[in-house]
């Protein structure tokens, strides 16, 4: 699409030509490569004009002066100042203001006759095995004569079995000092150690360790560059394997220079097509079917760059999911060439519809990624025998035999691609020549990709929103590689985003692996470009990564082969049939070994139409299968209800394909079942053979799903650590918390134990406390009746209380009480000897009252001694109590102090006896609590010494 101009501009005087092509007619009557170069070629431009460019570094003098000779040599410019090519000036020169607005290249229109509504080299027009290609048609003049043997010798060696990308920088000369030095013995570049240590210079990288590759490049001259970086990729493409060549780099750094070259320094593309019909020329044993076509990716839109511009516009090329990962790209023109004539005509016409313009950075900058694609078609010559099969064949169609079932073999894309007009385009790898007599067919697609540069924004808004799309798609190639790169390195499967962008969807099945791949990383060496130069040096290192694994697409002719195993089969049968039809009269005649011979060679019979019964079906199989994967089940997909009609329809379509291949499928199940069961009057060893296939088949599927279950097993290994590991984890927490509690439980049962044996201890000690009370009581003693006193008023110690009966059971307990409550009432001590479990034989009972109506009293007023033992009897046993749970003190003592007491008794038994010594008394009077009044330390105070 033209821009159109804006009305400032308009009013401008139109001081600039438009770089474009030169027209046809200056073209057409030239058909050496020198005039296709000089035709793809960039307007040269010169020193006056670039000088004030950013990144425009000055061109060697070598470089300037065969630009200059190629500019004198193109279409001569006339000298008018309306002609006169401006300078583009930067942006500091007052920008977007003084420089008129360069129009992207138009697109056709200039020369009506480049762009034919339709082309009689368009394949959907041609008979394809009209147009055939082999050494016999090659001309001479349009081979390369770089090829000899030697090369080609060593070529064939390698092709197809390089694994890895291979990757190539291309230094673009200059006149100022270069920031890289590159070394071209061992293949690497660093940057200047100088320049990376002046952050005013550099790209704020300090490093400056070498990057290594496969070729490291320098200089003007074009031929080096193809045969290092292109040449084996050319010849695998001849071979059968789909190859690709790309220039990648920042804008102005020399890919379309790489890609496409000049009139004196042709460049990758012309080159190869110099090598393609070099080596049809030495392979007199193949013939050659040639398409090409030419698009070009500009702001996410795919142009036909071979298409009448009218269709080309309202049906811009749509990328579709092939089988096998394909892509189909329609609708896309594929022409027919035959010789290089034709090549350099439709190159000249893609060329002239790309879109160039002049940036701040290019006079001629590509504004769009272009794809020149070739697609090989071949198969061994025939040798005549199968001339009258040519007639069978249809020139746009398949062969009409019909196969076993007869069924229609579907072509190899699946399916056929409506194109523009209704006419039906076959999708790239759709092979139109066929495979016929035996001869296989080999299909490979060469593509030649100068991609546009990346670059900064410019002062132009159309420029600018160009450069934001190359930018983004550069960027999502860079993602893609890196991924890839990524998943090669580490075994990964991570999720590739090739639908981010048009580039990289196209490239996908090339990056995926299929193809051999050859980029050229233009750098400009420039200081000013070091940023820009590293990231390119990047990009290069990370593509190297990428993992290759280029197939050879080959089509057998199964058709052919299966009409030979037919013939072969009902030969055999009849053969059988004879043999059969005379045994009961031969075998009369055949000794006992020579009816098992004969068994053996019927059988052998057998066995033969056995097998190629199978290998017609396995033939249809793998024809199945080359041909799209369609007989294959596959689990329904997801429909993108995003898509284009048009793709939905092919989406159908394809769907449609596929049920009719497994409807075959199925039928070619059903026959192969059929030929399996044993026939009833089968032998032994055929039985034993069968037997040993199927243990075999057995073994296999074996081998298969031990293998299945071990890749399923690694991440369920995986899964099973993580738990084991958390459980163990929680185990030994449990195992220290049980043995925390063990050590508890432990020094529980000690302490219970300890207390066991208190009780034992004390109880002992109660029984003999008993057994001493009784021991007293039973002297009869009036202990409590304080006779010494007459039977009243208050004891002192001068008069001290008489024993009484039972009076010593009272004493111990208020010597007991009084003892407790000085350790505490919670102790064990007081509630052994609590009030409420002594509650017949209180303290009080020392001053009850005599005329109690107490039965049990012995009308002294107190208790009778056997009536406080009983009581004292009854108490539950220490070792039937409930055991307390608070652990007392180990001071406890519930010793007697049983002199004392002695002492205390009989003192009291003599009322005259001598007065018990202070301490004593004291102590006894506490210890008995003498009621409230006698107990108070007043009361005491008065009855001591001082009454004595
Ligand atoms: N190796 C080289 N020797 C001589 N001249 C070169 C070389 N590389 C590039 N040039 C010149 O530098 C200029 C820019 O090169 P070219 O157009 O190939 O860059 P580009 O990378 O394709 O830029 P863009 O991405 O903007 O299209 C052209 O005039 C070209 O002739």
């Avoid at 401008?12 to 057409?28: D, E, H, Q």
């Avoid at 004009?49 to 300037?64: D, F, G, I, Q, V």
């Avoid at 290609?133 to 770089?146: K, L």
């Avoid at 249809?394 to 076993?404: E, I, K, L, N």
Wanted: charged share 25%; aromatic share 4%; with cysteine.
């Amino acid at each position: 699409m033209i821009p159109s101009t804006p009305a400032s501009s308009r009013l401008r005087t139109p001081l600039f030509t438009p770089k474009r092509m030169p027209s046809t007619s200056s073209l057409s009557s030239t058909s050496s490569l020198e005039s296709l170069s000089r035709a793809n070629s960039k307007a040269p431009s010169t020193p006056l004009l670039t000088a004030n460019k950013k990144y425009k570094a000055p061109l060697s003098t070598e470089a300037r002066s065969k630009n200059l000779k190629s500019k004198s040599m193109l279409a001569p410019v006339p000298a008018s100042p309306l002609n006169l090519k401006p300078g583009s000036p930067t942006k500091s020169n007052g920008g977007n203001s003084s420089r008129p607005r360069t129009p992207v290249t138009p697109r056709r229109g200039e020369s009506p006759s480049l762009f034919p509504a339709t082309s009689e080299w368009d394949v959907s027009n041609v008979d394809p095995e009209s147009v055939l290609v082999d050494f016999q048609t090659v001309e001479a003049g349009d081979v390369s004569a770089e090829i000899d043997e030697a090369w080609l010798k060593s070529a064939q060696k390698d092709l197809g079995k390089d694994d890895k990308v291979m990757v190539s920088v291309r230094i673009r000369p200059s006149d100022s000092t270069s920031a890289w030095i590159p070394n071209q013995t061992d293949n690497t570049i660093k940057l200047d150690a100088n320049l990376a240590k002046n952050p005013g210079v550099g790209s704020g990288t300090s490093s400056t360790s070498p990057f290594t590759f496969d070729a490291i490049l320098t200089g003007t001259p074009n031929k080096p560059i193809y045969t290092t970086v292109a040449r084996s990729h050319v010849h695998a493409a001849m071979d059968g394997y789909n190859a690709v060549v790309f220039a990648y780099g920042q804008t102005a750094s020399g890919k379309t220079f790489t890609l496409t070259g000049s009139q004196d320094e042709p460049g990758i593309i012309p080159r190869a097509m110099k090598d393609v019909f070099a080596c049809i020329k030495r392979t007199p044993s193949r013939e050659y079917l040639l398409r090409c076509s030419y698009l070009e990716i500009y702001n996410e839109n795919i142009h036909d760059l071979l298409a009448p511009p009218s269709s080309a516009a309202a049906n811009p090329v749509q990328i579709q999911g092939g089988v096998n990962g394909d892509v189909i790209l329609a609708p896309l023109r594929e022409e027919v060439v035959t010789s290089l004539k034709g090549v350099k005509e439709v190159l000249k016409r893609g060329d002239g519809n790309r879109r160039t313009a002049c940036t701040d950075w290019n006079d001629r900058s590509s504004r769009s990624h272009s794809v020149f694609r070739l697609v090989i078609e071949s198969r061994e010559r025939s040798g005549g025998d199968d001339d009258d099969d040519d007639e069978m064949q249809s020139f746009s169609g398949r062969s009409t035999t019909p196969a076993m079932n007869g069924r229609q073999t579907p072509g190899m894309g699946g399916r056929q691609t409506p194109g523009m007009n209704g006419r039906q385009t076959p999708g790239p790898g759709g092979p139109r020549l066929q495979a016929r007599g035996g001869r296989s067919v080999t299909t490979s697609v060469l593509s030649l990709i100068d991609l546009a540069g990346s670059e900064k924004a410019t002062s132009d808004k159309e420029r600018t929103r160009e450069g934001k799309y190359i930018n983004t798609s550069l960027l999502t190639l860079g993602t893609v590689i890196g991924t890839l790169a990524d998943n090669a390195g580490k075994k990964k499967a991570d999720h590739v985003p090739f639908r981010n962008s048009k580039l990289t969807r196209m490239l996908q099945p090339s990056l995926s692996g299929n193809a051999r791949i050859s980029v050229v990383c233009t750098i400009n060496p420039d200081t000013s470009a070091i940023g820009e130069s590293m990231s390119t040096l990047l990009f290069a290192k990370r593509i190297k990564n990428v993992k290759l694994n280029a197939q050879k697409k080959e089509v057998v002719d199964t058709d052919a082969l299966i009409e030979r195993y037919r013939k072969e089969i009902e030969d055999l049968k009849s053969r059988l049939a004879e043999r059969e039809a005379d045994a009961p009269v031969r075998n009369r005649r055949l000794s006992a070994r020579e009816k098992i011979d004969e068994s053996k060679a019927m059988q052998d019979l057998n066995g033969r139409i056995q097998q190629l019964t199978k290998l017609i079906l396995t033939s249809q199989s793998v024809e199945d299968v080359k041909e799209g994967d369609l007989s294959r089940p596959s689990s329904p997909q997801k429909v993108n209800f995003d898509m284009s009609p048009y793709e939905l329809q092919q989406e159908l379509l394809a769907a449609r394909t596929q049920l009719e291949s497994q409807a075959t499928q199925i039928l070619s199940l059903e026959a192969a079942l059929s030929t399996r069961p044993l026939p009833a009057d089968a032998s032994d060893n055929e039985k034993d053979r069968m037997i040993a296939e199927q243990a075999k088949t057995i073994r296999e599927l074996e081998i298969v799903v031990n293998g299945y279950e071990e890749n399923l097993g690694e991440p369920l290994r995986a899964v099973r650590e993580d738990v084991e590991k958390e459980w163990s984890g929680r185990l030994e927490e449990e195992i220290k918390k049980r043995e925390a509690k063990e050590r508890w439980a432990d020094e529980v049962v000690k302490e219970l134990e300890k207390e066991k044996r208190l009780r034992v201890k004390m109880e002992g000690e109660r029984q003999a406390l008993a057994a001493f009370v009784s021991k007293f009581d039973s002297l009869g003693l009036n202990l409590g009746g304080m006779a010494g006193n007459g039977g009243a008023g208050v004891p002192s110690k001068l008069q001290p209380p008489l024993p009484s009966q039972g009076g010593a059971a009272a004493a111990y307990a208020a010597k007991q009480q009084a003892r407790l409550s000085a350790i505490g009432n919670s102790s064990f001590a007081s509630y052994i000897l609590s009030p409420r479990r002594t509650d017949n034989m209180v303290l009080g009972d020392l001053n009850q009252d005599p005329s109690s109506t107490n039965p049990a009293s012995n009308g002294t007023g107190y208790q009778a001694s056997p009536m406080r033992l009983d009581s004292l009897k009854s108490q539950p046993s220490l070792m039937e109590q409930v055991m307390p749970e608070e652990e007392f003190g180990s001071e406890m003592s519930f010793e007697l102090d049983e002199l004392e007491v002695e002492h205390q008794l009989l003192a009291r038994s003599v009322a005259e006896l001598p007065v018990p010594s202070l301490n004593t008394a004291n102590r006894w009077k506490v210890a008995n609590g003498f009621g409230a009044g006698v107990a108070g330390g007043k009361e005491n105070k008065e009855n001591e010494p001082t009454q004595a």
